[in-house]
Each structure stands twice: as structure tokens, then as C-alpha cells.
């Protein structure tokens, strides 16, 4: 890793943040931002499950974002809306698989701003079930009363919406194609801007997090905290993350080169190296919203000891990797690590089966 911007640097580049004795936050990274949130989510300590566990864990909460049943992909939203607005988009169109959080949330942002939204779905997860198929996000999504293209398998779906955007435009409609997980490298200044915040929120509290997890998807909540990181002087290795998409060659590669995409927006000499990344490809299992056995335990341990809930294909994945390192040793007694909950709990009424008691998972 190379080049940490100075303090005065980054109040010329970030204009909405000021760094005096103790930084300061007001939700402003320069950017034309539509507001989809009501401000900061909480931190809150796990401390039931952390007795249990001989480490503290604290969880970030993004599934309380509000808008649409909430989730992480709203804070890219703000931005990539603004974005959108910026050019005099009429019509939002995004990408991807049946029970996607980022196409729910999209769909939901899009009706609270008066935009005409089209989703690009594949069923990309072999499931056939009545839960997964109609349930979930796809009731949702219904019930918000937007265009669905449903396609077969695993379709090209940015083909798909690109050539969808095009016949739009030639209809006089001006189309913005939001890409997949909102994460583009604007959309991932949008959880740069989150280190900011759980900066603030760490000093407010009083505790320094030895870690951060997060689950890794398109990459783009992973690489934005990264950048954000990197920007307050800090080591991009703090954000461990679990894949839960790709294989974990291919999401380390999709995430460094979003993580310095993003870097560049606000610092163009920043970067980071392929060694910086803090990354697991032990939780995906054989596949992307495949249930493991670990999976359904975290999932169960977190709702049963805390009442929390996280979902099956991105937080439960995720969740039961934090578990397996510390089971591993990973951290020392009393060390304080958070976990990024991203939301995505409607998947939960889409996986039934992988929690019923006569479900066995190999």
C-alpha cells in the first residue's frame, strides 16, 4: 500500500468531512446524493453471544436502513440515485439473480423517487421450490408494482438490460443502468464513506475494532470500506471478508480493482496492493445461495441467542465464517470485532426448506 492522503487533503477532497481533535461526519462526500436513509445505523454489542464466545462482538446495523424491508445496498442508492437524477434519468433499470436484495432495494428507492424501474432477473441459484421462486424478494417485488424480466438460468442479464436501456432511449426515455450490487466505484464511496462513520462511532462508544467482517459479493461493500480505510490512515486488512458469490481468486480480484477504482476518485495516487485484502473463500460452499450446514447454525446461533436475524446467501455465510475463526483462534480473549449486517432478510422466507428440521444438508 502506498500514499495516505494528509488531514488537510482530505477536507479538500471530501468536503463534508472535517477532521479536527476527533473527525466529524454529516453524510456529505461531494457527490449528488438522494437521501434514502435517516442517518447513521447503530452499533450494538452481541453480549450474550459474546460471553459465550470469549470475544467481543459488536454488529453494524444496516439491515435497519429503513426504506424497502432495508439493507446495505441503500447507502450505495443514495449515490448512485444522485447520480442517476444528475442525468435527468427518468427510467432505472439494474441486474440480478430471482432473490436479489439490491434489485429489491432498487425497485423500492426508485418508487419512493418517481422513477420508472425495470429489474433484470436470472435464476442463477438452481432452485425450483415454491418458496424460492415466488417468495421473498419476488413477492416484494411485486408488491411495488414494477417490471420484472425474468430470465431462464444463468442469462446474460447486463446484455440483457443494456439492450433493454437502448430500446427505451430510442422510445425517448432517459435510462440509467444501475450496475450489479450498486457497485460501481461511485457506489462503493458510499461504504468509504461508512469507515468515516464507524470512526466516529467507535470514538463515541469508546472501542477500537480489531476487525470489521463483512460478507463479500459483487465486492462493493468490501472495496468501499477498504477505501475508506485507506483514506483515514488505516490498514485495509482490518476489513475481513467472507466470499459469498465467486470463487475467492476471482472476488479478490473483482474487489482490488473496485477497491483502487474507488481510491482514485478521491486520490488518484492511492492504492493498494493484492496483498492488503483481507479475504476467505471458506464460507461459500458449492456455491452462490447454496446453503451450507455451517450457514444454517450461524443463522440459528445468532436468532437464538441474540433475536437477530441475518440472511442465508450473503450475512449467514458470512456470520458463520466469523464464527469459524474464532472457533479457529483467530482472535484473542476479549479482542472486539464487528460484523456488517447487511440486511437481506427476506431471503429467509425464500429458504425454508434449508431450515426445516428434516432438511440435510451435505
Not at 3 to 9: A, D, G, L, Q, T
Request: glycine content about 12%; proline content about 4%.
Amino acid at each position: 500500500m502506498r500514499i495516505v492522503p494528509s488531514r488537510n487533503e482530505l477536507n479538500d477532497k471530501l468536503p463534508g468531512i472535517v477532521m479536527e481533535n476527533q473527525l466529524s461526519w454529516d453524510g456529505d462526500c461531494g457527490l449528488p446524493t438522494y437521501r434514502l436513509m435517516e442517518g447513521r445505523t447503530p452499533i450494538q454489542r452481541l453480549a450474550r453471544l459474546s460471553e459465550k464466545l470469549k470475544v467481543n462482538i459488536y454488529v453494524k446495523r444496516d439491515d435497519l436502513t429503513g426504506l424497502g424491508m432495508g439493507g446495505n445496498k441503500l447507502r450505495k442508492l443514495e449515490i448512485l440515485f444522485g447520480e442517476a437524477f444528475s442525468q435527468k434519468a427518468d427510467t432505472v433499470i439494474t441486474v440480478g439473480a430471482r432473490q436479489s436484495n439490491h434489485a429489491r432495494l432498487t425497485a423500492a428507492a426508485a418508487v419512493k423517487a418517481g422513477l420508472q424501474c425495470e429489474l433484470v432477473l436470472n435464476r442463477a441459484v438452481n432452485r425450483t421450490d415454491a418458496d424460492y421462486v415466488d417468495n421473498g424478494n419476488t413477492l416484494l417485488n411485486d408488491l411495488l408494482g414494477i417490471v420484472v424480466h425474468d430470465l431462464p438460468g444463468a442469462s446474460d442479464v447486463q446484455q440483457f438490460a443494456n439492450h433493454r436501456a437502448e430500446a427505451l432511449r430510442a422510445e425517448g426515455r432517459v435510462v440509467y443502468v444501475c450496475p450489479l450490487g450498486g457497485s460501481s466505484p461511485v457506489g462503493c464511496l458510499a461504504y468509504a464513506r461508512c469507515a468515516w462513520e464507524i470512526r466516529v462511532q467507535q470514538d463515541e462508544i469508546g472501542v477500537t475494532f480489531d476487525e470489521i467482517v463483512v460478507p463479500n459479493g459483487s465486492g462493493g461493500t468490501h472495496a468501499g470500506l477498504v477505501a475508506g480505510e485507506v483514506l483515514l490512515g488505516g490498514a485495509p486488512s482490518r476489513i475481513r471478508a467472507h466470499a459469498v458469490l465467486s470463487p475467492v481468486d476471482r472476488s479478490h480480484e473483482i474487489t482490488l480493482e473496485k477497491a483502487n477504482q474507488t481510491l482514485r476518485l478521491v486520490r488518484p495516487e492511492c492504492e493498494i496492493a493484492a496483498d492488503d485484502l483481507n479475504l476467505s473463500g471458506d464460507s461459500l460452499g458449492s456455491g452462490y445461495g447454496i446453503p451450507t450446514p455451517g450457514m444454517v447454525a450461524a443463522v440459528r446461533m445468532l436468532a437464538s441467542t441474540e433475536g437477530l436475524f441475518v440472511d442465508p446467501v450473503y450475512g449467514g455465510k458470512a456470520f458463520a465464517g466469523l464464527l469459524a475463526d474464532i472457533e479457529a483462534g483467530r482472535y484473542r480473549r476479549d479482542q472486539n470485532v464487528l460484523f456488517l449486517m447487511t440486511g437481506g432478510l427476506p431471503g429467509l422466507f425464500a429458504y425454508r426448506e434449508a431450515f426445516s428440521a428434516s432438511t440435510q444438508l451435505g
